[in-house]
């Protein structure tokens, strides 16, 4: 009678572990993902401070956007005529894809998922606060805020 208690405990001790792994799992991977995202933001915002050079000229901006639920850019976009009140279409310059069996979960449409950095001083342009939400395949969930000055909070 006792071995079978003592195996019931370590068989519910041995549950509760395993639980407690696939969560931690989870998280782990919402938060590598939401680290990679926020690297590649900030690397948008870098190279507008920069005024970093893109076919011989400058850019007009730089900027970031989830081009699907599991993709996302750098882009840049140059003057027309020389003048930076119009611009051409946008360039990709680096390509990115989300692994790991967590994808973007945005509620609204994918347009509103483009921040964009103008030059020389990488202010953004559009709202005051773009939010972005992650999901992984078991149901968690976590959010990203990137409010207008460049600061990103990870939830």
Avoid: H
């Amino acid at each position: 009678m006792e071995l079978i208690v003592v195996m019931a405990i370590m068989g519910i001790m041995a549950s509760v572990g395993i639980v407690s792994l696939q969560s931690s799992k989870s998280d782990s991977r919402l938060k590598a993902t939401q680290r990679e995202v926020a690297a590649s933001i900030k690397q948008a915002q870098s190279y507008a401070l920069q005024g970093r050079m893109q076919e011989g000229e400058t850019p007009c901006e730089y900027g970031f956007e989830f081009t699907s639920v599991t993709d996302y850019q750098i882009f840049y976009r140059l003057p027309v005529s020389g003048s930076c009140a119009s611009m051409g279409s946008e360039t990709t310059v680096e390509s990115f894809s989300i692994s790991n069996g967590v994808v973007l979960y945005y509620p609204t449409t994918m347009d509103k998922s483009k921040i964009r950095f103008s030059i020389p001083f990488a202010n953004m342009t559009g709202p005051n606060a773009w939010g972005f939400g992650f999901r992984y395949s078991d149901g968690s969930f976590n959010t990203m805020v990137i409010s207008r000055n460049g600061s990103i909070v990870e939830q």
